[in-house]
């Protein structure tokens, strides 16, 4: 290394004064002046050149003043940058042009407090942040009611209020590793695992505009219409396998998604049941028109096209997937969105669960203009979900100051006296026991008979609202009420108890299919469908349950003929075995050669032309051994026995 980087290093260049007790041979005034040392320009330097090739810097001598020597810096500076700064449209010897003085923080200062001080002398102290409440406030309730928030609809920003930010952040992280790029969308994020996606064949139309509603409808191409009728006959084989190999063919295509989704969740596979989800609405997201928006809930999607009841069925699974990690307040922006698109036909009943999670998520204020707004026309009290929850609701307005306590109590009374046969199964799922003198009246006993269809509102609302109800302080305002009610209602009123009771009878006639498809999708535990006769025959199939009678068809399955080459009885007798059998009609003779089967969704029929009677039947035993080691699942012991054999 040079001894100029070495003069560098040690700092050999500084002034140096002459010390008074040196020896006689040194003057007081000598002084050895160099420049300062900077370490970081040595890494510019070459440490192979030496000091004679680049020559000795002479040292400059200078004052011995300190202020002198700054302001001979600063004019050495502004000389540099005025040198610096000349070009050709720069006269050098021209004035120097002086720079804007540069503000210092006290005088921003100043300029904000001064500002402040205007703000307060025109608004006054609190004007500026009670105007914004009241705009803010004003937007929310211009707003239409169903309308949508893009932060709400991720759960991890729920997930981080819940848990922790940090928690969330390493999740994310572990996810982001090796990512691939996928494109960005509100409905779900897209996993790295998961394919790129591709030209799947699922597109979206506009339709023509009723009013201030946008109408469209999603289109399958010719392509995406034959995997749809392979997935038709994987169904119809009842074997997974089937519909597992067309979904890792096709991996977006959206009933194989949904299908099997609901067979994870069959198997306990709760994790892949929630991916595959997520993966359908991807897929569904994707093929959207760029003017389908759905937050500002003027979008219509209509449910008699089978195209559109993908988004409608994966949007209701995936409410109850988030519902069940806890993001209460995301289950119910996806509850709006879906109930937008319909919420006239509303033909997967979210009103029966909007009120849950709104109740869940604390949002008292949009329940209570739900049902406001809604009770003119659709009748909300005649539900019994609504009619106890806007009561809850008021209640929970009550304890918060904004409601009286009054209404609320009011509100309770009229939902118990029109549904009393509510109050035994929520007291008993509450692990409440009801005293001899409520559980005596006569209008609590005498809810025997009542119609099928309102015993199943009832057990969805009991099965789903019960933990709501739990609560200390709930429950005794709750008692108090019954108690006042039943004080109120003597037990020689038996006209005023069968009058409403005979109300009941009439408004609860039969269940519409609405409440049917949402009893299956919800799949609660203690909540049993009962079909009526009806509907007994009509196949119940998870990615379609119960199709509208008015479906709009845009295209249809090809029939094909069967033509089997054995007649004997005992290849009938085999026959009959195979799930997809249909026996011919009594008294009429089985005319092979001349039967048409026509495909529409799970009716069945007899063989087809190209299927063996033999691997048939061994097709079915295959599906009989999957589904016995669904079943039961060898234990250790077992495992360890069959190794040692």
């Known amino acids: 290394m040079s001894s100029r980087a070495l003069r560098r290093i040690h700092g050999d260049d500084t002034v140096v004064a002459a010390d008074e007790s040196s020896s006689e041979g040194e003057t007081a005034e000598a002084t050895k002046v160099q420049k300062q040392s900077n370490l970081f320009s040595l890494l510019g330097d070459d440490s192979g050149v030496d000091e004679g090739d680049l020559g000795e810097e002479k040292p400059e001598p200078v004052s011995a003043k300190p202020e002198e020597a700054k302001q001979g810096a600063k004019k050495k500076k502004k000389r540099k940058k005025r040198k610096g700064g000349s070009g050709p449209n720069v006269q050098q010897n021209g004035p120097a042009v002086k720079e804007a003085p540069k503000r210092t923080h006290e005088e921003e200062e100043d300029e904000i407090d001064r500002g402040i001080r205007e703000a307060d002398e025109i608004l006054g102290p609190a004007g500026l942040s009670v105007s914004k409440a009241t705009s803010s406030t004003a937007n929310a309730s211009q707003k239409p009611l169903l309308f949508v928030e893009h932060k709400h609809l991720n759960p991890d920003n729920e997930m981080k209020k819940i848990f922790g930010s940090n928690v969330v952040k390493n999740d994310l992280r572990q996810r982001g590793r090796n990512q691939r790029h996928h494109r960005s969308t509100w409905l779900t994020i897209p996993k790295p695992s998961w394919p790129p996606m591709s030209k799947q064949g699922l597109s979206m139309e506009r339709l023509p505009s009723q009013g201030e509603y946008n109408y469209f409808t999603f ?107 806890g ?5 119910l922006e996806f509850s709006k969105l879906l109930l937008s698109f319909d919420p006239d036909g509303d033909p997967l009943g979210v009103l029966l669960m909007i009120d849950y999670y709104a109740l869940k998520s604390e949002q008292y204020s949009f329940l209570k203009r739900l049902y406001d707004e809604w009770e003119a026309h659709k009748n909300l009290s005649q539900l019994p979900n609504h009619a106890f929850s806007a009561a809850l609701t008021y209640y929970h307005l009550s304890v918060a100051g904004s409601e009286s306590i009054d209404r609320a109590d009011e509100m309770l009374k009229r939902a118990l006296s029109m549904f009393p046969l509510v109050l035994p199964p929520l007291l008993e799922k509450c692990s409440i026991q009801p005293d001899a003198e409520v559980s005596a009246h006569q209008m609590f006993t005498a809810i025997t008979g009542e119609p099928p269809a309102l015993n199943q509102l009832v057990n969805l609302f009991v099965e789903r609202n019960y933990a709501l109800w739990k609560e200390p302080e709930v429950a005794r305002w709750l008692e108090k009420n019954v108690r006042e009610l039943t004080a109120s209602t003597p037990t020689s009123s038996y006209d005023e108890i069968g009058r409403i009771k005979e109300k009941r009878r009439v408004r609860f006639q039969y269940a519409p299919r609405n409440i049917y498809r949402h009893i299956i999708l919800s799949d609660l535990k203690d909540v049993t469908v009962s079909l009526p006769p009806e509907l007994a025959n ?66 069945g029929g007899l063989l087809n032309d190209d299927t063996d009677l033999r691997q048939g039947i061994n097709d079915l035993m295959a599906s009989m051994r999957d589904l016995l080691n669904v079943l039961h699942q060898p234990t250790e012991e077992e495992q360890e026995m069959e190794e040692v054999d």
Not at 296 to 303: G, K, M, S, V
Not at 543 to 549: G, I, N, Q, S
Not at 557 to 582: D, L
């Open 219 to 325: 289109q399958h191409s010719k392509e995406y219409q034959q995997v749809q009728f392979q997935f038709l006959d994987a169904v119809e084989s009842h074997n997974p396998n089937n519909i597992m190999e067309l979904a890792h063919v096709f991996p977006y295509h959206v009933d194989s998604l949904l299908q099997l989704s609901d067979i994870s969740r069959m198997s306990e596979d709760t994790a892949m049941a929630v991916e595959l989800i997520e993966r359908a609405l991807y897929a569904c997201e994707c093929a959207f028109h760029p003017l389908f928006n759905m937050t500002q809930a003027n979008c219509r999607l209509d449910y008699r096209h089978p195209e559109n009841r993908c988004l409608f069925i994966a949007l209701f699974k995936h409410v109850k997937y988030v519902g069940m990690r």
């Open 327 to 331: 993001c209460n307040r995301t289950a």
């Open 538 to 603: 009509v196949p119940v199939m998870t990615f379609d349950p119960l199709p509208p009678k008015d479906t709009i068809i845009s295209y249809t399955r090809p029939a094909r003929r069967a033509a089997p080459s054995n007649n004997s009885w005992m290849s009938e007798f085999f026959r009959s075995i195979m799930p997809s059998y249909t026996p011919p009609p009594a008294g009429q003779p089985v005319d092979l050669n001349q039967l048409l089967v026509e495909d529409e969704g799970a009716v």
